[in-house]
């Protein structure tokens, strides 16, 4: 059942982190959350479990045992603590009791397959535990929860180990049987340990015996007359040779005779059957015989109408009486049924087996095992079938009542993880959303827009501001058919839009093969120049991978820097956009128009902010800018300390060709520019050089 899966899951989390289950869950391919109620394929647990030993590099054994206390642990926290304490005074008892809790839970757990377990106790304290199962090597849970158990519940340390392992005969069916050692070790004070050891359970028949010896003894007063004793001075004596408990030195007192005659016997107790050694009936219930008439036939053999489910042995007195302290659930055998019978579903009754020493026959009290009203109509039973003091008539009830409440329970579980997974979904496409905000604006201005404040226009004082377009793009968008220019643009921007995260620099916008970048905007930052300049150098070699779609040749492009103040603020409230207002923007966009393909056009703002830089520049000379009139503008040839991959953010080192083209970079910056250079036709390069 999903219960299992959720407490291995709660076990990785608590001890080695959330993270750890998120790596385990993706190496086995397995769901994040598993239903209580639901049933899962064993595989899936088991894997959880292989990987987990592989991560954390620990051996099967110490983790099944650490799931073994951990289990326990999870079940007290899951409501069955109080269920789990009344089991037994001791750990003989509650060990004996755990077959019964397994039936009980499969009422609710109906296709639970459970582990069996049979428990001896030896002359020296120690026991035998028997641990049967269907499932192959995960015996090592036991020690673990046995371990938390005899602490936790009775303040006693143990030790298992192993002494026999093979396949299991005397059930039906080949299963692993494993017998454990089990050594108690009590960690009570030493002051305690005398009162510890009154608590050992005292031999009735050992009692008995001395009872009778002093009720001989006080029959004999006419022999050997003695001091007569009052009623309180017997029960005195009774209680002190009980060693002070009044409980444990209880002697029930049985009657001479059965005051029982056989027919309100067989009434008053409708499902139960005597057999005898060879398993003929000698007694059977009214309402068994009426199910299964076959039984009103004396002498007949129990295992010809009746197969056993739990435990799970071959009906055979020898396997009963080794199993006598557990529950036995019989099934009846659908050929032996009359044909009424044989289409309704096959009943099953679970009881206890008594052994009558004196008749030598072993008595089977038994109840139909019933989960649900549904069962009982099925078989074509009604509860007035149960004697009234049955309490199996109760279980059914509340057994009804507590299958809806789990029906309720797992649909809202099912509700919880539909949500769950509903709100990932909603986050993921919150985070898709916010990207896509981001993206047209700055983060801090979506934020505050989101919050519904109103933006406030911003003032910088200084950042640089590029434009570039593509060279002959009129002529392009003539000859070529729309979705060759999309394709042609998108396949450009795309790359510029990398090289901005690259160089942490800001998109503008974008209009038809304008593309407007931004640094010291919308955060002030003092290297902005470089930033910007890092990002056209970028843009020269990224649009060398762009193709012309009339020529076939990799497109050429313009480029042009300005450095400034400018004003800054959302515009519109439909489609809100983040813009720059300023001469400064226009400074920019001349010198991006009044620019040379492949090459990076500077102002002397931009040029004053670079010369001192780790880049090489070249005086462009004195031109006439339209509306700025003479201005001395310089081309930005290169980073020199700056290999080509970092500048595109790509990983390795730069190889030979990126030597070869950025030098051819730097080759066509001197090709036919020194017409346009001024008088002197120097070339500047940084101070550094």
Not at 259 to 264: A, L, M, P, S
Not at 460 to 477: H, Q
């Amino acid at each position: 059942y999903g219960f299992i899966n959720t407490c291995l899951k709660s076990l990785v989390i608590e001890k080695y982190g959330e993270e750890t289950w998120d790596l385990l869950r993706i190496k086995t391919g397995v769901q994040d959350t598993f239903m209580t109620y639901e049933v899962y394929k064993d595989d899936i647990t088991l894997q959880l479990v292989e990987k987990a030993c592989q991560m954390l590099d620990v051996s099967p054994e110490a983790v099944l045992q650490q799931f073994g206390e951990y289990f326990f642990e999870f079940c007290k926290r899951s409501g069955y603590d109080h269920m789990l304490r009344t089991l037994g005074g001791n750990l003989y008892e509650f060990i004996a009791n755990l077959d019964a809790l397994h039936s009980y839970l499969s009422l609710s757990y109906q296709a639970m397959n459970a582990p069996s377990f049979r428990v001896e106790m030896n002359d020296d304290g120690s026991m035998h535990l028997h641990y049967y199962s269907d499932r192959r090597g995960l015996c090592h849970i036991v020690p673990g929860i046995m371990g938390a158990v005899a602490m936790d519940f009775f303040k006693t340390e143990i030790s298992m180990e192993i002494i026999s392992q093979s396949d299991e005969e005397e059930r039906t069916g080949k299963k692993e049987h494993i017998v454990f050692l089990v050594t108690q070790r009590s960690t009570v004070p030493p002051k305690c340990k005398q009162s510890s050891q009154q608590k050992k359970p005292v031999n009735p028949q050992n009692i008995e015996n001395a009872f009778n010896k002093l009720r001989d003894r006080a029959n004999q007063v006419s022999v050997c007359p003695v001091k007569k004793k009052n009623h309180w001075g017997t029960i005195r004596g009774i209680v002190q040779f009980g060693r002070g408990k009044m409980l444990r030195g209880f002697i029930p007192v049985y009657p001479k005779s059965l005051w029982v005659d056989i027919k309100t016997f067989c009434n008053v107790l409708p499902f139960h059957i005597v057999f005898d050694e060879e398993l003929r009936v000698k007694q059977a219930g009214v309402s068994i015989q009426r199910i299964v008439p076959g039984l009103q036939t004396m002498d007949i053999r129990v295992d010809d109408y009746f197969s056993t489910v739990h435990p799970e042995v071959t009906l055979t007195i020898t396997n009963v009486r080794k199993f006598i302290n557990s529950q036995f659930v019989l099934r009846t055998k659908r050929e032996m049924m009359p044909e009424s019978w044989r289409q309704r579903p096959m009943l099953e009754l679970r009881g206890q087996m008594i052994w009558m020493e004196s008749l030598e026959c072993m008595l089977y009290l038994c109840s139909p095992l019933l989960r649900n009203l549904h069962e009982l109509e099925e078989r074509q039973m009604h509860i007035s079938d149960i004697a009234p003091h049955d309490v199996t008539r109760d279980l059914i009830l509340l057994n009804q009542q507590r299958l809806a409440e789990m029906e309720l329970s797992n649909q809202l579980e099912r509700k919880k993880e539909e949500l769950r997974i509903l709100s990932k979904h909603l986050e993921e496409e919150k985070k898709k959303t916010e990207a896509l905000l981001y993206a047209m604006l700055p983060k801090h201005v979506a934020n505050q827009l989101k919050e519904g404040k109103r933006v406030e226009a911003g003032e910088f004082k200084e950042c640089t501001i590029l434009f570039s377009d593509v060279v002959t793009f009129t002529n392009i968008c003539a000859q070529c058919e729309p979705i060759q220019i999309v394709a042609m643009l998108n396949s450009m921007y795309l790359r510029f839009d990398r090289l901005t995260t690259v160089h942490d620099v800001y998109k503008v916008e974008t209009i038809g093969d304008a593309y407007m970048v931004v640094g010291g905007v919308p955060v002030p930052v003092s290297t902005h120049a470089e930033r910007v300049a890092n990002f056209a150098l970028g843009m020269i070699l990224m649009a060398r991978e762009v193709k012309n779609p009339v020529t076939g040749n990799p497109i050429q492009i313009r480029v042009g820097l300005h450095t400034g103040p400018v004003l800054a603020g959302v515009v519109g409230e439909k489609m809100p956009r983040y813009c720059l207002f300023g001469d400064t923007v226009n400074t920019a966009s001349r010198m991006e128009s009044h620019g040379v393909p492949n090459k990076i056009h500077l102002s002397p703002e931009a040029y004053r902010c670079l010369r001192d830089k780790e880049f090489e520049i070249i005086a462009r000379g004195e031109i006439e800018v339209k509306g700025k009139g003479k201005m001395c503008t310089y081309f930005l040839m290169r980073n020199i300390t700056a290999q080509e991959n970092e500048i595109l953010g790509r990983p390795g080192k730069e190889t030979d060709s990126g030597r070869e083209s950025s030098q051819s970079v730097h080759d066509d910056l001197n090709k036919g520019s020194l017409q346009m250079a001024c008088p002197q036709g120097k070339i500047i390069y940084s101070s550094n050089l």
